[in-house]
């Protein structure tokens, strides 16, 4: 994969967390705040805990950090996949989110 290709890539993902965060604002009573500097989403809940899915360009990887751990991903062709075979990006963020929230959170269609 070449740089461009990643960041085409790890772009798409990071409008789509935006956008989860903001379908999660306006269809719930759960308010979190997501705020993005380059290629870096921090998302804070009520309770001040934070989830934050940075690139990692050199490495064509993204992470996840929660309270629950931190994650390595890799795009497999379809999906961003754990290097460590602990699941797809977007089913952990939404399990780590949950847990976080205090309620089911989803992100991705």
């Not at 308010?31 to 309770?47: H, Y």
Request: proline letters at 1%; aromatic letters at 6%.
């Amino acid at each position: 994969m070449t740089d461009s290709q990643f960041m085409d890539l790890a772009e798409t993902l990071l409008a789509q967390i935006e956008s989860g965060c903001d379908r999660i604002n306006d269809e719930t009573e759960v308010d979190i705040d997501n705020q993005r500097v380059g290629g870096m989403i921090t998302i804070t809940f009520a309770n001040r805990s934070q989830i934050v899915v940075n690139l990692q360009k050199p490495l064509h990887e993204i992470w996840l950090a929660a309270r629950s751990g931190g994650h390595h991903y890799k795009f497999d062709g379809q999906h961003w996949v754990d290097t460590k075979g602990s699941g797809e990006l977007l089913a952990n963020l939404s399990r780590s989110a949950s847990e976080q929230a205090g309620t089911a959170l989803r992100f991705g269609a």
